[in-house]
């Protein structure tokens, strides 16, 4: 038993100090738009995204979060934005967000209640800087200024 112990500690110390994989999309509608969602944990503003699942590549995982955050649809993927790896940029969780830009199209419509409490199109002029969620504002800004990181 004590052996059998030791494996399963030593298991769940290989995967649980691991960085978790997500996503995060910049939506941008067809009038140019920004999209938005409220944090239901926060009530800040952030893109939405969120981990890959098991068996999931990135593209799929976007779309899925696109959907269940929003209710609208991924038409392209336009670029890779960038990769956010810092160890703070979650408070919750060790999380490498790959970013992506995005056209989207289709009726807002939240089915992920648990996470989302309201969805929004901000022009880019007219974003919430100033208290987004996670590194999110870091993101807006390195998208803003036509970057792509590495971070």
Do not use: C
């Amino acid at each position: 038993m004590g052996r059998l112990w030791q494996i399963f500690q030593t298991v769940l110390g290989i995967i649980f100090r691991h960085p978790i994989t997500g996503t995060t999309i910049i939506p941008i509608l067809p009038n140019g738009q920004i999209v938005l969602v409220r944090r239901q944990d926060t009530g800040q503003w952030g893109l939405p995204g969120g981990i890959i699942d098991w068996g999931e590549d990135i593209s799929t995982a976007a779309h899925r979060e696109l959907k269940e955050e929003t209710g609208l649809k991924l038409l392209k993927i336009r670029r890779l934005v960038g990769v956010y790896s810092s160890p703070h940029r979650d408070p919750r969780i060790h999380s490498i967000s790959i970013l992506i830009e995005a056209d989207v199209d289709g009726t807002f419509n939240i089915q992920d209640v648990l996470e989302v409490t309201e969805v929004k199109a901000f022009s880019p002029s007219d974003l919430p800087l100033g208290n987004l969620s996670h590194d999110h504002e870091q993101q807006l800004t390195d998208y803003l200024q036509g970057l792509t990181v590495l971070a």
